[in-house]
């Protein structure tokens, strides 16, 4: 980031190529946030967001290519990355853990262990070392610092078929809970929230719907919410979570739910 620029909010998201993710970004590009993206892949699109015309600074974006399955490089990346920036242009830091690997819903014992330490990994060890990561890099900044951890209503509530899904977003609400804990005793700590985003048309939908109903005996009820318009676009699921991310009382409650959240 230039020396010379103003300072403006920073924003982190993982899982940026598609989906909620890319929506996300886009919109915080909209914004004129600076936006750091990690995932497999670089979405060419997000080139093309532009700042509103009020925007104060140019639009800053960054994409890593990233396996997040193999996460303590990329942690390690991460924390160099915050270290290196001019902290005089930083209005503020976040970091939202939007990224998961999703499994084709079937029973535990029907899963490949290869599979199954794939996802857990992906999912809920990254999340944990980016976090790590993130506050040891920022822990001297005295702007707003915020960590946004995409869970999940299946992390709350069980669901056959989606066991290796639910221990990560259950183990991703506890360790929230419990940093939430751990930065609340230290001067300037940064804000924790678990939230769960809604039901959302993306390819986890389009997963639990063409499961083999033998596999995934909800299957049916996946298939009525999406005939009968019940799903959020990535778009709108993306406004709403970053509007709770921008909340003055972001932080008060750590494990949330866009559904039931009110302002």
């Not at 183990?171 to 809970?177: I, P």
Request: aromatic share 4%; net charge positive.
């Amino acid at each position: 980031m230039p020396n010379d620029f103003k300072a403006i909010p920073i924003t982190i998201i993982t899982g940026a190529s598609r989906g909620l993710g890319r929506a996300m970004a886009r919109q915080r590009l909209q914004e004129g946030h600076c936006v750091l993206t990690l995932q497999r892949s670089p979405d060419h699109t997000l080139g093309t967001a532009h700042a509103n015309d009020e925007a104060p600074n140019p639009v800053l974006l960054e994409q890593w290519s990233v396996d997040l399955s193999a996460p303590q490089a990329v942690a390690n990346r991460l924390q160099d990355w915050i270290t290196r920036l001019p902290r005089e242009t930083i209005a503020s830091l976040s970091l939202i853990n939007n990224a998961a690997h999703l499994l084709a819903p079937s029973p535990l014992w029907h899963t490949p262990v290869e599979q199954i330490s794939l996802a857990t990994r992906a999912s809920l060890e990254a999340p944990l070392l980016l976090c790590a990561a993130f506050l040891r890099a920022s822990q001297d900044l005295r702007v707003p610092r915020k960590i946004l951890n995409i869970s999940s209503g299946l992390g709350r509530h069980a669901m056959a078929g989606s066991t290796v899904y639910c221990a990560a977003k259950a183990g991703m609400d506890h360790f929230s809970r419990a940093l939430a804990l751990e930065e609340a005793t230290r001067p300037h700590g940064a804000k924790i929230v678990a939230l769960a985003p809604g039901v959302i048309d993306t390819d986890m939908q389009v997963k639990l719907r063409g499961a083999d109903p033998r596999q995934f005996p909800d299957r049916e009820r996946f298939v009525g919410l999406k005939s009968k318009g019940m799903l959020d676009s990535p778009e709108a699921a993306g406004a709403k979570v970053l509007a709770y991310l921008d909340r003055a009382d972001f932080g008060s409650t750590v494990l949330a739910d866009v559904r039931t959240s009110s302002a």
